[in-house]
């Protein structure tokens, strides 16, 4: 197997679960790391056994050897860096939200169109056996038309105004913070099973620190370090949101999004109520999913490759029994993006499961549509 060479831009909470999956992943080498700083760039690579690191992302995409990047910056750089990587026709998995915003995601989706490379972006969630299996269940239609979908996106590590991280600086996230980091997730894995777009919407947001104590210095997300020193600051990105949605085909449904609640450490959850039976999974206990039914009793499916769909059993990788979780998750989303940049260089077709450009511009399209509809209070329409 020839092996691909990899890059990843940003050594962060994403840049370290990216170096951790992609050393899973058969025929993938990683042999450059590029980090704000140089400083940081070189403990991450002596970290993980990279050879070689640089201090700006221009230098690594130069870099001759490195035929696909893994973009893990803050969204600030997702546009500069993602338009670099797409012209200089190298391979493109981008953290997730694409950018800050529907007009950057739109231009990148018109030059990912244009690139050599092969690009998508990380939502990983529709990568987990059991979020396939429910996929498998309504695209064969064994329980009739999804006729509703609620669940949610829940989180505590913003819970009190001493919590701090970069995702709260508008600047570097953008204008949507507890929609546009978790919020896009739940609506792409949706959609994903659904086989169905998200047109029409109407939100209810919330911030429920309007004013925080903001850490002098860095602070990594997810890593509940202690502030020494603070300055208060105003927030002006959501903490909570509850959306309306309806989708295409007339399913209807309402997500809640929420990164102030206590005990959540990060449950995204679905329920799809379709004619004869309910399909319901959460991704704290990722190994089960329940089938609901009225007229016989309720079960549960265990993730167990010799019960699943060939689809949904190819993405568990070991027997019943023995758990599968986040890792693997992620995991499967490098080997179906890989599986494609061989197909690609091969001139063969590539299929990928893996959340597309024209996906994850949708996804900024109701990340705008939700502001918008929070901000006047009524329905808008995904492609107002």
Same mark, same amino acid.
């Given at each position: 197997?020839?092996?691909?060479?990899?890059?990843?831009?940003?050594?962060?909470?994403?840049?370290?679960?990216?170096?951790?999956?992609?050393?899973?992943? *058969?025929?993938?080498?990683?042999?450059?790391?590029?980090?704000?700083?140089?400083?940081?760039?070189?403990?991450?690579?002596e970290q993980f056994g990279i050879p070689k690191a640089y201090g700006t992302p221009e230098e690594l995409i130069a870099d001759p050897e490195v035929q696909a990047i893994h973009n893990c910056t803050p969204n600030d750089m997702h546009y500069r860096v993602n338009s670099q990587v797409l012209h200089a026709g190298k391979h493109l998995l981008s953290e997730k939200p694409l950018t800050k915003n529907s007009q950057e995601s739109a231009k990148l989706l018109e030059l990912s169109r244009q690139s050599?490379?092969?690009?998508?972006?990380?939502? %990983?969630?529709?990568?987990?056996?059991?979020?396939?299996?429910?996929?498998?269940?309504?695209?064969?239609?064994?329980?009739?038309?999804?006729? =509703?979908?609620?669940?949610?996106?829940?989180?505590? $590590?913003?819970?009190?105004?001493?919590?701090?991280?970069?995702?709260?600086?508008?600047?570097? %996230?953008?204008?949507?913070?507890?929609?546009?980091?978790?919020?896009?997730?739940?609506?792409?894995?949706?959609? #994903?099973?659904?086989?169905?777009?998200?047109?029409?919407?109407?939100?209810?947001?919330?911030?429920? #620190? *309007?004013?925080?104590?903001?850490?002098?210095?860095?602070?990594?997300?997810?890593?509940?370090?202690?502030?020494?020193?603070?300055?208060?600051?105003?927030?002006?990105?959501?903490?909570?949101?509850?959306?309306?949605?309806?989708?295409?085909?007339?399913?209807?449904?309402?997500?809640?999004?929420?990164?102030?609640?206590?005990?959540?450490? %990060?449950? =995204?959850?679905?329920?799809?109520?379709?004619?004869?039976?309910?399909?319901? $999974?959460?991704?704290?206990? *990722? %190994?089960?999913?329940?089938?609901?039914?009225?007229?016989?009793?309720?079960?549960? =499916?265990?993730?167990?490759?010799?019960?699943?769909?060939?689809?949904?059993?190819?993405?568990? #990788?070991?027997?019943?029994?023995?758990?599968?979780?986040?890792?693997?998750?992620?995991?499967?989303?490098?080997?179906?993006?890989?599986?494609?940049?061989?197909?690609?260089?091969?001139?063969?077709?590539?299929?990928?499961?893996?959340?597309?450009?024209?996906?994850? #511009?949708?996804?900024?399209?109701?990340?705008?549509?939700?502001?918008?509809?929070?901000?006047?209070?009524?329905?808008?329409?995904?492609?107002?």
């Amino acid at each position: 197997m020839k092996v691909i060479k990899t890059g990843i831009i940003g050594t962060g909470f994403s840049g370290s679960f990216h170096a951790e999956a992609l050393r899973r992943v *058969p025929g993938v080498q990683i042999v450059a790391v590029c980090g704000s700083s140089l400083e940081k760039a070189l403990a991450f690579a002596e970290q993980f056994g990279i050879p070689k690191a640089y201090g700006t992302p221009e230098e690594l995409i130069a870099d001759p050897e490195v035929q696909a990047i893994h973009n893990c910056t803050p969204n600030d750089m997702h546009y500069r860096v993602n338009s670099q990587v797409l012209h200089a026709g190298k391979h493109l998995l981008s953290e997730k939200p694409l950018t800050k915003n529907s007009q950057e995601s739109a231009k990148l989706l018109e030059l990912s169109r244009q690139s050599a490379g092969v690009s998508g972006v990380c939502f %990983n969630y529709r990568h987990f056996p059991l979020v396939r299996q429910s996929k498998e269940y309504i695209e064969k239609g064994d329980f009739g038309q999804a006729n =509703l979908v609620y669940g949610g996106y829940t989180q505590d $590590w913003l819970l009190y105004d001493t919590d701090y991280s970069w995702r709260l600086d508008t600047e570097k %996230n953008g204008l949507s913070r507890a929609i546009a980091d978790i919020g896009s997730h739940w609506c792409d894995t949706v959609q #994903h099973i659904l086989g169905q777009r998200i047109v029409e919407l109407c939100a209810d947001l919330k911030t429920v #620190h *309007p004013i925080r104590q903001k850490t002098k210095g860095s602070v990594t997300t997810f890593s509940g370090a202690a502030a020494a020193v603070t300055e208060p600051m105003e927030v002006k990105t959501e903490d909570y949101g509850s959306v309306l949605v309806h989708f295409e085909n007339g399913t209807q449904g309402v997500f809640t999004v929420s990164q102030v609640s206590a005990g959540r450490k %990060n449950r =995204l959850t679905f329920e799809i109520a379709a004619e004869s039976a309910a399909l319901a $999974w959460d991704q704290e206990k *990722p %190994n089960s999913l329940w089938i609901g039914r009225r007229d016989e009793a309720n079960r549960q =499916l265990m993730r167990d490759p010799g019960l699943l769909s060939s689809p949904a059993a190819a993405l568990a #990788h070991y027997p019943g029994g023995h758990q599968e979780g986040w890792p693997d998750g992620m995991k499967n989303l490098l080997i179906d993006f890989y599986k494609a940049v061989r197909n690609k260089e091969a001139g063969e077709p590539v299929s990928p499961s893996f959340a597309s450009m024209e996906d994850s #511009h949708h996804i900024m399209k109701i990340i705008d549509a939700i502001l918008k509809s929070h901000a006047e209070r009524r329905w808008v329409k995904v492609d107002e």
